[in-house]
């Protein structure tokens, strides 16, 4: 069992940047692929970012490439997403996710075994 908590979001500028975190319970997280997703109103959730269990490898979304950065700290049990160049199409709940088995770094909501609660990011323009 693995239970994800995000923290970080907040309102910003357009331009301006934010850090998010994802903070796992259990031994088990340096097993899973970590991923974030986000969900703006009237929207459907989408894939954002993602990164192998390792480390080693990462997968980012059109919309955000280049300008998201995916991390994580398997000493601390914890995975980022440092979030620069903020527009105000970003504006959404982000979410964190945890995938054990899946097919590629492009994670599907329906390979993602655990998910944490969001966090609300707003960007103004």
């Known amino acids: 069992q693995v239970q994800l908590v995000e923290s970080g979001g907040g309102l910003v500028q357009a331009g301006g940047s934010l850090r998010l975190s994802c903070a796992a319970s259990?031994?088990?997280?340096?097993?899973?692929?970590m991923g974030w997703f986000r969900q703006a109103p009237g929207k459907e959730r989408e894939f954002v970012a993602a990164?192998?269990?390792?480390?080693?490898?990462?997968y980012y979304a059109d919309s955000v490439k280049g300008r998201f950065t995916i991390s994580r700290d398997n000493a601390k049990n914890t995975v980022y997403l440092q979030m620069n160049s903020l527009n105000p199409e970003d504006t959404a709940v982000y979410y964190c996710?945890?995938?054990?088995?899946?097919?590629?770094?492009?994670?599907?909501?329906?390979?993602?075994?655990?998910w944490g609660q969001g966090t609300q990011v707003t960007v103004s323009s």
């Open positions: 996710a945890a995938a054990r088995i899946y097919t590629r770094l492009l994670l599907t909501k329906g390979e993602c075994d655990y």
């Open positions: 259990g031994r088990t997280f340096s097993t899973y692929a």
């Open positions: 990164i192998s269990w390792s480390g080693g490898s990462t």
